[in-house]
């Protein structure tokens, strides 16, 4: 999952918003002197990754994207379900999508001091230029995934996934509602992080 599906998982608090994002930015290799707040949040983290990456039904939304995108399709799902996550908030939140973006970002921006040199620039950027926002639209999706094509460091064909996703929007989108509902049981049931 990407970003905002992280945090949607993570607890209200300013160690879980950190530990659930670590998990992108070298996770284990920076918590030998954190609390276990962040610990559980960053196993959290790769809890979700886990049973992301292993079920059948993200698996089988692969076959959505063209033959030279199909090595980056689970970053580009990553990504697509930020934006269904976002198109059907109220379904999966009481809080507004304003309201739980300002409370985030506040969250993390608290933590900012301890967090590895990149992961800093990352959520600086994302706060301060609300990188949700972008996530609303499939060309703010398809301007995410050219960005993430360009810091791939080896050549790659993975720019115009936007084309893809638009083009299997809706099968990607009934995918993105059957899973989702299952990745929030699966989490919640684990208790990595008391709620």
């Given at each position: ?171 990607l989108e009934a ?17 990595f992080e008391s709620?």
């Amino acid at each position: 999952m990407n970003y905002l599906a992280h945090l949607y998982l993570a607890q209200p608090t300013a160690d879980s918003h950190f530990g659930n994002l670590l998990g992108d930015f070298g996770g284990k290799r920076h918590v030998e002197h954190l609390p276990n707040t962040v610990k559980n949040g960053l196993d959290n983290h790769y809890l979700v990754d886990k049973f992301t990456d292993s079920h059948p039904l993200v698996k089988h939304a692969k076959q959505y994207f063209s033959p030279e995108r199909k090595r980056f399709a689970c970053v580009a799902i990553d990504v697509v379900f930020d934006h269904f996550l976002i198109v059907h908030w109220q379904h999966f939140s009481k809080q507004s999508l304003s309201e739980f973006k300002y409370t985030s970002y506040q969250l993390l921006n608290q933590r900012i001091p301890i967090m590895p040199t990149r992961m800093q620039h990352v959520v600086t950027s994302m706060t301060k230029n609300d990188w949700f926002k972008e996530y609303e639209t499939i060309d703010g999706i398809g301007l995410a995934l050219d960005n993430i094509a360009k810091r791939i460091r080896f050549t790659n064909t993975f720019s115009g996934a936007a084309d893809d996703i638009a083009r299997n929007y809706d099968e990607l989108e009934a995918v993105f509602l059957a899973f989702f509902p299952e990745l929030i049981k699966h989490v919640s049931k684990s208790g990595f992080e008391s709620t």
